[in-house]
């Protein structure tokens, strides 16, 4: 098995942005997470789509976790383990997304090599565990120096920390690639009682077309007769419902809060203008969309003339 694991950690292996990337599924997506992620300036957007540039990449893992849908495929770099204190001796430093998951996995002390690593990376570290106190967790402890004499986690003893639900290593293995499941760098899996984003609805512009709806993979939109719900615990914030929204009605904050859902009530009216039934939020509409935008279109036309 040994001789099997060197030979896995040698194969060629290159990040690549897959299908499930928000601008793959539309056109208005505005995403930017990974470009902004890459200090090499490896990622572009090229064509309406993000595209790597593997001359540049350094395979940081920056880009990974910053993807809000997951689209980057590739490896996290190299971590060592001691003691479950994670040890700092290179230039890879865990993004916030990996450090709040290795934390929830056992991993509550770091250890950086020498104070210069500190230095560099002390903003990171305030920002994961002011997190980690709205999270209701303790902080990571921090130290420098090191811990001799103790075993190190290689990557591949890493990688099974990472997964320990795997049921068979070869079913993470395509020809030439190893991949890291970058499906579980999704922290509402660790942290079930959160939401990471605060997403609002503008009731005054909303037309209840249902886009955000359809739109939506996370199923965080729920538009029936009768109500209108919003359960955002699974929403990642791609950003993809409010860059489609014909209305501009929905907004995205990145937030800690509890676990909430949020209603609002639907009410099903006749337009007395069209005579057709139509459903909206606000209960002191009289006609419905169609006919309220004919009739703005219309008295504007008149002004004009």
Not at 119 to 131: C, D, G, L
Not at 171 to 185: E, G
Not at 208 to 235: N, P, T, W, Y
Request: net charge negative; hydrophobic share 30%; charged share 25%.
């Amino acid at each position: 098995m040994a001789l099997f694991s060197k030979w896995v950690e040698s194969l060629d292996y290159e990040y690549e942005i897959l299908s499930s990337c928000t601008h793959h599924k539309s056109h208005h997506s505005n995403c930017t997470k990974c470009v902004d992620a890459c200090d090499k300036q490896a990622i572009s957007i090229t064509n309406g789509k993000p595209v790597i540039d593997h001359s540049e990449c350094v395979q940081c893992g920056e880009c990974m976790a910053a993807c809000p849908v997951q689209a980057v495929a590739g490896i996290l770099p190299k971590r060592e383990i001691k003691q479950n204190g994670l040890m700092i001796s290179g230039c890879h430093f865990p993004t916030i997304t990996e450090l709040l998951i290795l934390h929830k996995k056992g991993v509550h002390s770091i250890i950086f090599e020498n104070a210069s690593f500190l230095e560099k990376w002390m903003h990171r570290m305030e920002q994961v565990n002011q997190m980690l106190l709205e999270l209701g967790e303790s902080p990571f402890s921090i130290s420098t120096g090191s811990m001799e004499g103790e075993e190190t986690c290689s990557r591949r003893e890493l990688f099974s920390l990472w997964k320990k639900e795997s049921k068979s290593l070869m079913k993470q293995m395509t020809p030439a690639k190893w991949r890291f499941n970058h499906h579980a760098l999704h922290l509402r899996q660790y942290y079930p009682d959160f939401q990471f984003i605060n997403l609002t609805v503008d009731l005054d512009k909303c037309t209840l077309c249902k886009v955000c709806e359809r739109i939506c993979d996370q199923k965080c939109f729920d538009i029936q007769k009768g109500h209108f719900a919003l359960s955002m615990q699974g929403c990642n914030s791609c950003g993809l419902c409010a860059d489609i929204c014909p209305e501009k009605a929905i907004r995205i904050e990145e937030q800690i809060i509890r676990t909430e859902e949020i209603h609002y009530p639907v009410y099903e009216k006749t337009c007395p203008a069209c005579n057709h039934s139509f459903n909206t939020v606000r209960e002191h509409d009289e006609t419905c969309t169609v006919c309220t935008k004919m009739n703005h279109f219309s008295q504007k036309g008149e002004r004009i003339g």
